[in-house]
């Protein structure tokens, strides 16, 4: 993090978006900017109401400072440029110098003061998703606000009413800045110990986002709706996506948010989990069952909670298939079972470097070195302890180890499975299967013996009876 000069001083106006104390307008707090896409350490709070604070999944927690029992955060909105993985950067738009933009955290009760200055090329708002607040503060251009132009500065106001999971967005130009990346998340903790939500040895969170970049090119188009070709958690594909690590045994939340323009199964191996909050705040007890995936719509957002009792690297994705791929030609026609090995022949005497692809299916993309543009991710991706992982996008894993130590969020490196827990290939002899004879109680018996069958077909002759 680095703290930097903004405009020429504190001291430049700051409008506001509905009537605020004199003390808010005196000055402003320095912006805080982040360029690196790495999972940041938990932001420890120093000042205010003690909270076990979040860790933002290739992402940050934006500090405040305290003024007069008010904290006080700044938020910029900005072009950014955002590695979606190694080998591609984006071209987007967010906030603080990343996008998704800062963590915010507070504690139940807390009053929360953000000055949001506006860098954009055009004006812009910001919507608190889910809080409880005074309708001036909702942040719909507008409707409740006017739009903060370019170069100004606006300061929302009020009280963090309710604990839970929220987001923050524009309601400006929604379909271009949301498509450019415009998000970040929200976090309001407890003030003291709840019925509903319990305390964890590690929090992480995430925004569902994506995006469709040309492969070679770096800015989003965004009139897209659904085709996308890069689906990410923290504008992050995978092998870009950084890995959860907790210690064996750990109780684990994890808070994601939707704002794609689909529905995502999220999926969890080798551990069960409740969904114990959403955006309306905590689920009561009595609606909890246990599940290993759950779907999170557009708009919404999800907590999770497990018991980290299986070691392991265990996958945790999008559990749409095409969501755990990068960019891929969705035009190009299925040549599974097509022999082209002549056709492959003669166009290679024109193209020397043509490969054919697709006609075993599409495994052979994991280990294909093929040249692509600059600026772009192969199909399938990320190579594991064994291999190609043949995995891209939304796609991570959650490292599981006896040894890791409390707080300590390093990658533990690749598990070792200990000797016997391993599937491995079989030397044997393979006993024949087990083939259906053909009796009386079969339903086909004529094809269990492999004799011909003739189809018998009545027609109707009228209504009769009907």
């Excluded at 009760?109 to 954009?120: A, H, W």
């Excluded at 998000?183 to 964890?200: A, C, N, Q, R, S």
């Excluded at 692809?357 to 190579?383: F, H, K, N, V």
């Excluded at 393979?430 to 018996?445: G, H």
Aim: net charge neutral.
């Amino acid at each position: 993090m680095n703290r930097r000069k903004f405009f020429s001083g504190a001291a430049m106006t700051a409008v506001a978006a509905a009537s605020v104390s004199k003390v808010a307008m005196a000055a402003l707090p320095e912006p805080v900017t982040m360029s690196k896409p790495d999972t940041a350490a938990p932001l420890m709070p120093q000042t205010g109401r003690p909270y076990n604070p979040v860790v933002t999944l290739n992402g940050w927690t934006l500090p405040w400072r305290m003024n007069q029992g008010v904290k006080e955060f700044h938020l910029v909105a900005e072009p950014v440029i955002r590695e979606i993985a190694p080998g591609m950067k984006a071209t987007l738009w967010g906030y603080n110098g990343q996008s998704p933009g800062p963590t915010i955290e507070v504690v139940e009760g807390d009053r929360v003061r953000i000055f949001v200055t506006n860098k954009l090329p055009e004006h812009t708002t910001i919507h608190w998703h889910g809080q409880r607040l005074p309708n001036g503060m909702d942040g719909v251009g507008g409707l409740t606000q006017k739009q903060i132009p370019v170069g100004k500065t606006f300061v929302y106001e009020f009280v963090a009413r309710r604990p839970g999971t929220f987001m923050y967005h524009p309601h400006a130009d929604e379909m271009t800045q949301m498509a450019m990346g415009m998000m970040g998340f929200w976090v309001t903790h407890p003030k003291e110990k709840h019925p509903l939500i319990d305390e964890v040895n590690r929090d992480f969170c995430f925004l569902l986002n994506a995006y469709d970049i040309d492969p070679g090119s770096t800015t989003p188009m965004v009139n897209t709706m659904l085709d996308m070709n890069l689906w990410t958690w923290n504008s992050r594909a995978f092998p870009g996506i950084d890995s959860l690590n907790v210690r064996l045994n750990d109780k684990v939340r994890i808070r994601m948010g939707n704002l794609t323009m689909t529905n995502h199964p999220i999926h969890l191996h080798g551990h069960e989990f409740h969904v114990t909050g959403t955006d309306g705040g905590p689920t009561p007890k009595s609606t909890r069952w246990y599940e290993v995936t759950t779907d999170v719509a557009v708009g919404q957002m999800r907590q999770i909670e497990f018991l980290a009792d299986e070691e392991g690297d265990w996958a945790f994705h999008c559990h749409k298939s095409h969501h755990t791929m990068n960019p891929m030609g969705h035009s190009v026609p299925t040549m599974i079972g097509v022999d082209h090995r002549g056709l492959v022949k003669k166009i290679q005497k024109l193209v020397p470097d043509y490969m054919v692809m697709g006609e075993r299916g599409m495994a052979d993309m994991g280990e294909m070195q093929m040249p692509i543009p600059d600026q772009t991710l192969p199909m399938m991706t990320g190579t594991g302890p064994y291999g190609p992982v043949e995995m891209g996008g939304m796609f991570t894993t959650l490292k599981v180890r006896k040894d890791q130590k409390p707080g300590d969020y390093k990658d533990p490196g690749w598990y070792k499975q200990p000797p016997g827990t391993q599937a491995f290939e079989w030397t044997g002899e393979v006993p024949a299967p087990a083939r259906l004879k053909a009796d009386s109680s079969t339903a086909m018996p004529a094809a269990s013996s492999g004799q011909t069958m003739e189809v018998q077909i009545r027609k109707p002759s009228g209504h009769a009876g009907h």
